[in-house]
């Protein structure tokens, strides 16, 4: 149509619009969405309200303190986020490393160890803000899912052992989950009668209501049902506690009684605290994203975790993140913005201003079945069955022990979390990340090609396991594909395994099909030339097949003509013109 524009859409289908610093998520917002959004944010409040409390105990400070922290990080992850759906507010996963972390700098000082905890809500959030501004979203991948999930599965049940003395009225005991879990069967004797029936009836309760009516808010059912209890029975006379005073109004605002050496002595510590809580938080943001067709930006993210964790901290909060289970509960109810984070900011508001003598009279045996219910399904222990069972017998014939690493990976960590505590746990899931990572890139699966009948060339053991025909090879020739990019940390070994190779076939020609080869470095490349004399030792002349534009390049600047081996345009074009025989019966040859 003449007068018109259409504008450009990148490749990837989808024109991109550049997003606004503040409320960038807000951008483009439907009066259509208004009704969905204020519902959502009613449904977002009545389970934000009692799992904050929840998670403030199990961060170890005052319940009121989880109140604290929602209503600015709901506000700024809204002002600088970018997701429309992520709800970000107090978790449980964070809050116990958040206690992890004070436990060791303020043991037995409750005004220290609150100052603290807003302290590392602070530092937490002054990291997450230069790792966005420094563009370091990236760096979330380099702890692998599998690793994460044990971590996750084992932060869930430190939790769970954690809450149990609460839920059945005895004492709590101190060290490893083992040792907490042995306090507790010895303790088991001196349960409190009416504590147990409270606890365990509300535990039970919330998992009927998760299982067969999952859009029922069943954490403020609960929350309801303990505190009419203890008014309707008087059951604090009969030994179940309570939460007790909770400070009305809003919080002070400004910085903690802290000198500045105590938040540097918390920056090590917090960055574990933000790595962990970054991770989910994006997870769940690109779940959400995926969902509804748009966009996140994995820095935008750090910052808006970032500005939340200053403003909780600023405001006597704790550390926040985003919440998987939470964000399930705003978009299951209809919501399409932040709007529905914003809604619920201002009742959690309201909360603070009119309701919190209601929450007095809380039963910590519901707040334990609140925390416990919410994080059992984080047990995942299906999650954990799937990674064992990935050895397949073709993978393990294929990749060998390497087929279960991620299930060993997240056994340990898990391991490393029971054993250890939460922290070292984390240290050992990030060690085993990048061990994972190197050791899959030094070992690159090699594999031995045979022509299929269809002319193409391919894997000889995988064919053999899926039970196809052995496929044909070429008298005196061995075909080979390494299926990883080439550099220094794998070249030697990809050296001595095609030495070994034809050490054992004894070809007069050995084909190294590039096809699968994204990179190659200068180390890499001069194994190459290394790899040919190698060969023509023996008699053998090496030549590489489809060379894609980086490994050629690299291959012309950093070895000479005459050192590096041949190229040829594929596998045939290689086979022909060095003179090699035509294909040999099925089964053939090397």
């Known amino acids: 149509m003449s007068g018109s524009r259409t504008p450009s859409v990148p490749a990837g289908g989808r024109a991109r619009a ?4 503040l409320f960038g998520s807000l951008r483009g917002y439907q ?37 604290y922290a929602a209503v600015p990080s709901l506000v700024l992850y809204t002002a600088f986020g970018s997701s429309r759906h992520l709800v970000v507010g107090p978790m449980s996963a964070t809050a116990a490393l958040s206690a992890a972390v004070v436990a060791v700098f303020a043991p037995g000082d409750a005004a220290f160890y609150a100052a603290l ?7 937490t959030g002054l990291l997450c803000l230069v790792a966005g501004i420094a563009r370091l979203g990236f760096v979330a991948s380099f702890i692998s899912e599998p690793v994460l999930k044990g971590f996750i599965v084992g932060m869930a049940l430190v939790i769970i052992i954690g809450q149990v003395p609460a839920l059945l009225g005895v004492e709590k005991g101190e060290g490893n989950f083992f040792e907490k879990l042995w306090t507790i069967l010895t303790e088991l004797g001196t349960a409190n009668g009416p504590t147990v029936l409270l606890g365990l009836g509300t535990l039970a309760a919330l998992l009927a209501i998760k299982r067969w009516a999952p859009k029922v808010p069943g954490s403020l059912v609960a929350v309801v049902i303990g505190i009419v209890a203890i008014l309707a029975l008087s059951l604090d006379d009969d030994g179940v506690e309570i939460v007790g005073p909770i400070d009305a109004g809003l919080p002070a605002l400004g910085f903690p009684d802290m000198d500045w050496g105590n938040y540097t002595a918390l920056i090590g510590p917090c960055a574990g605290v933000m790595l962990v809580g970054f991770a989910e938080a994006l997870g769940a943001a690109k779940t959400y994203a995926a969902r509804e067709g748009y966009d996140i930006d994995p820095n935008r993210e750090l910052i808006g975790m970032g500005a939340a964790n200053l403003g909780s901290g600023l405001a006597s909060g704790m550390v926040v993140n985003g919440s998987l289970s939470k964000t399930a509960v705003n978009g299951g109810a209809g919501a399409k913005s932040q709007v529905s984070g914003l809604t619920a900011a201002v009742l959690v508001v309201l909360t603070l201003l009119f309701l ?7 039963p910590e045996a519901t707040l334990a079945a609140v925390v416990i219910a919410a994080v059992t399904e984080l047990v995942d222990v299906r999650a954990l069955r799937r990674l064992y069972g990935l050895r397949t017998p073709t993978m393990r014939r294929l990749y060998g022990n390497a087929a279960r690493d991620d299930f060993y990976a997240a056994a340990a960590t898990t391991a490393g979390v029971l054993l250890l505590d939460t922290l070292p746990g984390l240290v050992i899931g990030v060690v085993l990340s990048l061990l994972l990572l190197l050791a899959r890139a030094s070992r690159p699966h090699v594999a ?28 005196g020739v ?3 594909r390494p299926e990883s990019g080439l550099f220094f940390a794998n070249a030697e070994a990809l050296r001595h395994h095609v030495r070994d190779l034809a050490a054992a076939a004894s070809p007069r020609l050995v084909v190294l099909d590039t096809e699968t080869v994204p990179f190659i470095d200068v180390d890499a490349a001069e194994m190459l030339a290394t790899l040919r004399t190698d060969l023509a030792r023996h008699g053998t002349r090496l030549v590489l097949a489809r060379d894609v534009g980086q490994v050629r390049d690299e291959l012309r600047a950093a070895v000479g003509r005459d050192e590096r081996p041949p190229v040829y345009a594929d596998v045939d074009a290689a086979i022909a013109a060095e003179g090699a025989g035509t294909p040999d019966a099925p089964g053939a040859g090397g």
């Open 478 to 480: 061995l075909v080979v």
């Open 117 to 123: 905890t807003t302290g590392v809500a602070l530092v």
């Open 31 to 67: 009066k259509a969405w208004l009704q969905g959004d204020l519902v959502a944010g009613l449904t977002v409040w009545a389970v934000l309200v009692p799992e904050s409390l929840a998670y403030a105990t199990i961060a170890g400070v005052s319940p009121v303190v989880g109140l």
């Open 448 to 475: 031995v090609l045979v022509r299929s009948a269809h002319g193409l060339w391919v894997d000889a053991d995988r064919r053999a396991l899926l039970g196809k025909d052995g496929g044909t090879s070429v008298p």
């Open 356 to 362: 919190t003598p209601v929450f007095e009279s809380l």
């Open 18 to 21: 550049r997003t606004p610093l």
